[in-house]
């Protein structure tokens, strides 16, 4: 008769115990960091009280008085500051997707490139990295504006491209459609595409585990997406309508633009950032033994589907981690965009503590977006660090 093993009894609480000292030092610890943010926190409101400086955040609610000259969102000066923060925000969260994007797909060339058989690749890889790593940023964005704004021409004397697009020192104008229903069912068939896409995405990787057949993903992902959004373009009418921008007198009329400030910042950030990007998918890349290359060039695999296949889901698991530190250094690098004007969540809480006098408040409220902004970006990815690494059958 078998006989089940009961679990030990607990050990009673004693200062004889690791585990129970190493709580009560955690305790400890815990109460005396809470006691020091109270101690700061009540000195600095008292003080402020004996000088006559007002505190809090009511003035959140109260009109703004000021324009901004980027906007996503409806905003007028009669409106509270509050949503010129949230115009700051949004501004800055334009500027870290996109830039993140951007940087990802050129640092990952670049990385690639190093690694390229012709000479002249790898050495324009091996250039480009050296230089734009060794400027310091702020001077790129100052290089860029400096460009935007007195190199290229000025008002009525656009640069042209195919008559649809108009470059000069006041931006790009560009155009585009003019909404409406067909646009809004094209839209929607192109997220169920893109759905649809990582449901047979994940397919081919579970077959591909069983089996040892690659299937591809590029182009059926492209393919249910682009038909998505051909399919609901084609439900809503197929409309046609686009405004399309014309150049006037004094500035180009119609479509949409981007300004010369989002641009430089743009642009100085993702050449920056594509730099260190490039050096970590190098660095990830040349930590895979070489013998898994050449068991790939063994089987018949060629340099493209080597690297695709073989080194970089490897490199992966060294790419992620310090991949991370680079998207989280392109958004708070974004704040330098105060330099030029560009109107982010600085620039906007540098307008209202001129005028309100809320110091404290303006700070805490840029830690606070900046805070939250790089603790979900290490949150997600860590999800997919944790998703990328290879797991052992």
Known sequence: ??????????????????AARSVLYQIIALGMIGFAIWFLAHNTMLNMRVRGIQSGFDFLSSPAGFDIGELLIPYDSNDPYWRAFLVGVINT??????????ATLLGTLLGIGRFSRNALVRGICYAYVEVFRNVPVLLQLLMWYLFMTTALPGPGDEKS??????????GLSY????????????????????LLSWLWARRARRLFEQTGRPRPVLWPSLLLIVGGALAGWGLGGAPTDWNI????????????????????????????????????VRAGIASVPLGQTEAASAIGLSKGQQMRLVALPQALRVIIPPLT??????????????????????????????????AIECITIIMAVYLITSLGTSALMNWYNQRAAIKER
């Not at 459609?177 to 169920?192: I, K």
């Not at 690098?333 to 005028?355: C, E, H, K, M, R």
């Open 1 to 18: 008769m078998a006989v089940s093993a009961s679990a030990p009894p607990k050990q009673p609480w004693s200062w004889r115990s690791r």
């Open 93 to 102: 969260l334009r500027v870290a997707i996109i830039g993140t994007v951007l």
């Open 161 to 170: 491209i195919l008559g649809l697009f108009f470059l000069s020192n006041g």
């Open 175 to 194: 155009p585009v459609p003019v909404w409406g229903p067909g646009q809004a069912l094209a839209l929607a068939g192109a997220l169920a595409g893109a």
């Open 245 to 280: 921008p014309a150049p006037g007198t004094f500035s180009v009329n119609g479509g949409s633009s981007l300004t010369p400030e989002f641009l430089s910042v743009l642009l100085g950030l993702v050449l920056y950032t594509a730099s260190y990007i490039a050096e970590v």
């Open 325 to 358: 530190n680079q998207f989280l250094n392109l958004t708070k690098n974004s704040s330098l965009a105060v330099a030029i004007g560009y109107p982010d969540v600085v620039s906007i809480s540098n307008t209202a503590l001129n005028q309100t006098g809320r």
